[in-house]
């Protein structure tokens, strides 16, 4: 696995996201409560962004069907969405909040 800086630890306070990509990766960090969650910024159901969406505790909400899913483990917890987001781990090292990449091609 690949690890990839993306913010310092500080950058993104609770409640923030940002969305970068990386390795062809469109990726959303959340930042929960001090937690870092990384998931890919599509929706299930229609291909469509969810950064924008509404933050609900540890789940985000699409801006376009309102879908739901979990931050945690990219469970959907909401229709109409069926499979799952993709999910990347996070860690904090040096400072620095980090994805873990399996495909980076």
Not at 18 to 29: K, P
Request: glycine share 8%; proline share 7%.
């Amino acid at each position: 696995m690949l690890w990839v800086d993306i913010a310092a630890s500080d950058e993104l306070a609770p409640g923030e996201r940002i969305v970068f990509e990386v390795a062809h990766h469109v990726i959303a960090l959340f930042n929960v409560d001090g937690e870092h969650y990384a998931v890919a910024d599509v929706c299930t159901h229609d291909d469509g962004p969810l950064a924008d969406g509404r933050l609900l505790g540890c789940e985000i909400e699409c801006p376009r069907h309102y879908a739901r899913f979990d931050l945690r483990d990219g469970s959907v917890t909401m229709p109409p969405a069926v499979r799952p987001l993709k999910i990347y781990p996070v860690r904090i090292e040096n400072g620095n909040v980090q994805i873990g990449l399996d495909d980076v091609n």
